[in-house]
């Protein structure tokens, strides 16, 4: 019987690895088309229009090309691919389709900057949308820039505000005798709560209200820029939602009312050419200047974690991390370089372990004594872990929509040991040692010398984050203290107590580097990225080897799942990644889309 199932398992991996190939062939042969594609699609004077599709996932930073050629979706690509192209005199616009909603609100402020700065070189933006029928403003938020914005007439318009949705699960807990034991330093650290409570306590509410009106106001006031509108009126019209696609028209918020095919057409005939084709920005890419003074660019997103960074390329996982060896690795390869004057570290996280966090600070810190100015970029998220790598940066930007802060520490366990005795389910230890053995087991609450430790443990965390933070910014610690105890502050905010130095994006910070540096500000840099992006064979190396291990996995897991602690072990699984990964880990508030 175990012949049988390993020559089925071979074979469902032989299948796999045939799969694969053939996807890797088909992909291969599909973007060397799209890439003649697109140099057969400028016209005879070679003009074109540059097409944006924000319904695509779009992540804060990708780094590196796809497996088969072209750049990442990403506000860093597409913002300096839009710079790039506003002084391409080839390219005479852009035409974006607009989505409704669910986009992180700086990567709609930023995508926002990145329309502006196109602009200026008179080149005109056109935006379609098939409907802003999703409550929150952000999709809106993101095109209101844009010279012209269409809606196709049928729909409706319904950005409403902002909000936020935080599922408790306290309830559940106590319903089935599970011992929540967390340790918070302070009452704004709230990514426990969702364990322990089954509300918002005052200082959770306090702060989620807080960030998400700034947000609003900032959104809100951006808008009415935008749209040539005062601020009352544009709160009218939200918040008086839903509307229809004509009064939104009538409103100032809508120019045209049409379908896709008629707003590209226009578009065409903006151009001057009924024919000038459309070519993509993540085709049409960064600029590509690799002479002169060299500024490192060092992309940390996703949580941050102990060992290597995932960037979401493996078809098995898909998960994108923040690995402490990468980063670090890729500041010290950057430190060791040359030709490299500054480094910019483009830093998009919730944070996570604080041991990989304090990793890369120390990295942090080498390339400063190093003599190479480090400017930390903040995209989507810089909060607890993301501060901590920040903080002794010379220079943080963020923008005013930024996530960031949450200057503070959480740790703890559920445990089950109740839960098990209601199916009749036991564990029983045998130890030898001291009395903090087993005070991470999944079964038993922490005994009061546990608790204790523990709590000192995390409050040793907390002093060394709150006096690192002091150092970093040149704040004095008892203002620190004040403005630390774990809460979310948005960049807007956190300007104001000193957290940040300046408002901006990627290209800001490009600018800071270059000023750091002594290069002057109309001299072509090469933004160099560390790690160096990987070669396709070394792509294709790596996505095999994922699916040479499936077999072993496979086996593995067909032993394993018959044993009791199967289901013991999933339920601790969040346990145990709560105390070794998320010690600076941030709530944040899950924008809602509807």
Known sequence: MRQFFMTVLGTIVGMLIFIFLIFIIIGGVIGSAATKSAKKAEGPTGTKILSLDLRQSIRDHGGEDTLFGGQQASVVNITRALDKAKTDDNVKGLFIRARSGGIAPASAEELRSAIHNFKSSGKFVIAHSQGFESTSILGYYAVSAADEIWQQSTTGFAPAGMASETPFYGGIAAHFDAKTEFVQFHEYKNAANVYTQTDYTDAHREA????????????????????????????????????????????????????????????????????????????????????????????????????????????????????????????????????????????????????????????????????????????????????????????????????????????GKIALEDTYAKIGYNIERIAVGGEYLGAFSNDTPFSDFQREKYRRQMEDIYVDFTELVAAGRNIPIERVREIAKGRVWTGEQAKEIGLVDEFGGILDAIKAAKAMANIDSDQEVYLKPFPRPKPFAEKIQEQLSGIASISSDLEMIRDVASLPEVQAAIKARKNIEMRENSALMADLPVIAEN
Not at 226 to 252: N, Y
Not at 368 to 386: F, L, R
């Open 208 to 411: 989620t209200t807080s960030m998400l009106t700034s947000i609003y106001e900032t959104a809100i006031s951006q808008i009415a820029e935008d749209r040539g509108l005062d601020i009352p009126q544009v709160k009218a019209l939200i918040e008086g939602a839903p509307h229809s696609a004509e009064r939104a028209k009538d409103a100032g918020f809508i120019d045209k009312l049409g379908y896709l095919k008629d707003a590209r057409d226009y578009a065409r005939s903006k151009a001057g050419n009924d024919k000038t084709p459309f070519q993509t920005v993540t085709s049409y890419g960064a600029p590509g200047f690799k002479s002169g003074p060299v500024i490192a660019f060092i992309g940390g997103e996703g949580a941050v974690t102990m060992g290597a960074s995932q960037d979401g390329s493996n078809p098995f996982s898909g998960a994108v991390t923040m690995g402490g060896d990468t980063v670090t690795k890729a500041i010290d390869t950057a430190i060791k370089d040359k030709r490299v004057k500054a480094i910019v570290f483009r830093v998009s996280t919730p944070g996570g372990s604080a041991t990989a966090s304090d990793q890369i600070n120390a990295a942090v810190l080498r390339a400063k004594d190093a003599g190479k100015p480090v400017i930390v970029s903040m995209g989507q998220y810089a909060a607890s872990g993301g501060y901590y790598v920040a903080a002794h940066a010379d220079k943080i930007l963020a923008l005013p929509t930024t996530i960031t802060g949450s200057i503070g520490v959480l740790g």
